[in-house]
């Protein structure tokens, strides 16, 4: 599931290839299946409950890896395992029959991921595979700059 503006960061390959050796979707695959994960995000800001020395250690392995998430505003791509598509359309169905004026989606989006199955929840990519077009935000309604926003390695901006 992509954010409408979400956008792939520039030499990234899936599956990787010599010249961009740690963008390598299936990597990532296999490590949320070795967490017991459900969804996977790609790209995103405000990320929160996450541990940094887990982050780092991702960081330095050959293919990288994924971190566990306890939430996050602002994300821009996911993945979702087919043993969890059943409750995300439940919940994004529920969702979209609310007032627009009356919920913030990622917030009820993650009450979902909360009900999914696995003990593993919800991970992020390391490095970032996914970042968000800059300029005019149709959500805004302006431009933002996010100067947190294009940085593949999160935890560092």
Request: net charge negative; glycine share 8%.
């Amino acid at each position: 599931m992509f954010e409408d503006e979400a956008l792939p960061f520039a030499g990234t390959a899936w599956p990787a290839t010599a010249h961009a050796p740690v963008n390598d979707l299936d990597a990532r695959l296999d490590y949320l299946d070795s967490m017991n994960g459900t969804v996977l995000v790609f790209g995103g800001h405000l990320f929160q409950n996450y541990s940094m020395v887990d982050a780092e250690a991702a960081s330095r392995r050959r293919h990288n890896g994924i971190v566990h998430l306890g939430h996050v505003d602002g994300s821009f791509a996911y993945v979702f395992k087919c043993k969890a598509m059943d409750a995300v359309a439940k919940g994004l169905h529920h969702l979209l029959r609310q007032p627009s004026h009356r919920l913030w989606f990622e917030k009820e989006l993650w009450k979902t991921f909360s009900s999914l199955p696995g003990e593993g929840g919800v991970h992020v990519s390391i490095p970032l595979l996914v970042d968000h077009a800059h300029g005019f935000s149709a959500t805004w309604n302006e431009t933002r700059d996010r100067p947190q926003e294009g940085s593949a390695i999160f935890w560092k901006s």
